[in-house]
């Protein structure tokens, strides 16, 4: 079964700053997609960045930009120019092909104005 | 193009009743699937449809719980004898279903509390 570890519960940065939110994963497949969600305070989830593993370039998304180390198992996210709207519960989330997705447990990510 | 909708927003009940929560998908997303949340925690997968068929189902997903997608568009869930370890966020996510369009994209939720 494939497990998402996320090991910082929370984090807190000043706007404008950059910030790096950590994951890894397990899984014995080749192929698979990555994904990073927010959740902004009682809102619904939104996605913010996607990596299919085949890929060796790492996925950018304006400020948000991914460290994907397949080896490792290892997808960061990266967020720059950290702004007020940012903060938010982020996920990251594996999925095999077009089947559930497994969550790990969770950022707090809190910007300070 | 509309989201995916969820109704009711927010149900409270109390234990031993029955509820059901509606999902209206993305049009022509042929994948539609139910997660669980719990206060703190990452969603939890329950369960998924391809079209109407019901393609997987967690274990988490008891006898009192059960799902159907008659038409292959809207999905219900439905709680039975509902006990307070039901209390959750219940999230419905829909997707394309074709291989360059595995992202699903999540409603608002379901919230419920059972008193």
């Known amino acids: 079964a494939q497990t998402v570890t996320q090991s910082q519960p929370e984090m807190s940065v000043q706007e404008a700053e950059t910030v790096t939110l950590s994951c890894t994963y397990d899984t014995s497949e080749s192929n698979y997609y990555l994904f990073w969600y927010k959740q902004p305070p009682s809102r619904q989830m939104i996605l913010v960045i996607r990596q299919e593993a085949y890929k060796q370039q790492n996925a950018t998304e304006n400020r948000f930009s991914v460290n994907f180390q397949k080896a490792a198992k290892s997808f960061s996210l990266k967020i720059s120019d950290s702004q007020l709207g940012d903060t938010a519960m982020y996920f990251c989330a594996f999925m095999r092909g077009a089947q559930k997705l497994v969550f790990g447990q969770g950022t707090r990510l809190t910007i300070n104005p | 193009d509309t989201g995916v909708s969820q109704n009711p927003r927010h149900k409270i009940t109390k234990r031993g009743q029955n509820v059901t929560f509606r999902c209206d998908p993305i049009?022509?997303?042929?994948?539609l699937y139910w997660y669980r949340q719990t206060l703190g925690q990452g969603p939890e997968f329950l369960t998924y449809f391809q079209n109407e068929a019901q393609l997987e189902k967690s274990r988490l997903l008891s006898d009192r719980f059960s799902a159907e997608r008659p038409k292959g568009s809207f999905s219900t869930l439905e709680i039975q004898r509902t006990e307070q370890g039901d209390s959750a966020m219940y999230l419905c996510?829909?997707?394309?279903?074709?291989?360059?369009?595995?992202?699903?994209?999540f409603g608002p939720g379901t919230r419920l509390l059972v008193l």
């Open positions: 996510a829909s997707s394309l279903g074709e291989d360059t369009q595995e992202t699903q994209y």
């Open positions: 049009s022509e997303h042929n994948r």
